[in-house]
């Protein structure tokens, strides 16, 4: 991995996700030398989820024998400014909650919260995909389905800390109820969880996204008429993207990134929505895989 800068302290980074908790160990060449992740097993309630990651960061000073270092946590949502309460977090059992004082008293360390699709931009900008151009944007598609704007290496967070939330923009308005309380956000239909809610209905039995994907390949109906969604949903939404930002480069990140089909049929879709007659735009496959999220996590902390 290229040195993204050269540091006096260890990077400890931790990336809170709807489905896997991961913490990494950057040392002061910008090297990884340590990675583990624990199931986040939201069902469980906040206080599992706390003392999972006290676990992972328990596990990352023992790694560096309590060295002087640096913590950086990414999470879905973002800390409000007004009230400096959790918000917008598709785990959201913690929304409404002090997350960042809470996690500072658990771990007993100062810490930098940020938007863990802020931190994927970002790492993809710096040391990835995108780090030959100006304007990137991050888009996560896992159990959710967020986005990151980084404008020359810097993120960009806005006012409202809404910059780049993708996922909770409106594509269909008799759509699905999402977790926010609209309806037809891209969330459900481009993630994880959107496909296997699609699925439920279609086919009156659950089934992991994956496992749709697999289906489908071998011929299933209802899984080929629920990709067939999909990848249209996705062409609606990155051309809306695009039209509003114009990005030097898009980077898709999250276990549906994966899907190799999505280079094809997705961006074929995006074409078919765009305002252009030509599509010049690079969506492109995340360069440092899923941990990427924990790497801009280590990162960013203070």
């Known amino acids: 991995m290229k040195n993204l800068s050269a540091s006096e302290k260890m990077r400890i980074g931790i990336d809170l996700g709807g489905t ?10 910008g090297q990884i030398v340590l990675r583990q992740r624990v199931a986040t097993d939201a069902h469980l309630g906040v206080e599992h989820i706390f003392n999972r990651i006290k676990y992972l960061y328990q596990l990352a000073l023992a790694s560096i024998a309590r060295q002087e270092h640096t913590l950086g946590i990414g999470t879905p949502g973002s800390i409000s400014l007004k009230t400096g309460l959790l918000k917008n977090s598709n785990t959201v059992s913690l929304n409404g909650m002090a997350l960042q004082q809470i996690l500072e008293e658990h771990l007993q360390h100062a810490c930098q919260i940020e938007n863990d699709a802020n931190c994927f931009a970002f790492a993809e900008a710096m040391l990835g995909a995108g780090q030959d151009h100006d304007c990137v944007f991050g888009v996560i598609m896992g159990t959710g389905c967020g986005g990151g704007l980084v404008i020359n290496q810097q993120i960009r967070i806005g006012p409202q800390r809404l910059a780049g939330e993708w996922g909770h923009m409106t594509i269909d308005p008799n759509g699905p ?70 990005p030097d480069v898009i980077v898709l990140g999250g276990g549906l990134s994966n899907q190799e089909a999505i280079y ?25 895989g899923d941990s990427a999220g924990v790497i801009g996590a280590a990162f960013i902390g203070v």
């Open 264 to 288: 094809q049929r997705g961006i074929d879709a995006v074409q078919k929505y765009l305002f252009s007659d030509e599509l010049t735009t690079p969506i492109i496959k995340n360069h440092l």
């Open 177 to 246: 109820l999402c977790f926010c309380g609209k309806r037809g956000c891209v969330e459900t239909f481009i993630s994880g969880s959107g496909l296997e809610r699609m699925f439920l209905e279609k086919a009156a039995r659950p089934l992991c996204a994956q496992d749709i994907f697999r289906l489908a390949a071998q011929g299933d109906r209802n899984a080929s008429l629920i990709l067939d969604i999909f990848y249209d949903q996705f062409g609606r939404a990155i051309s809306n993207l695009i039209h509003l930002l114009d």
């Open 20 to 29: 896997k908790i991961e913490v990494a160990v950057i040392d002061q060449l």
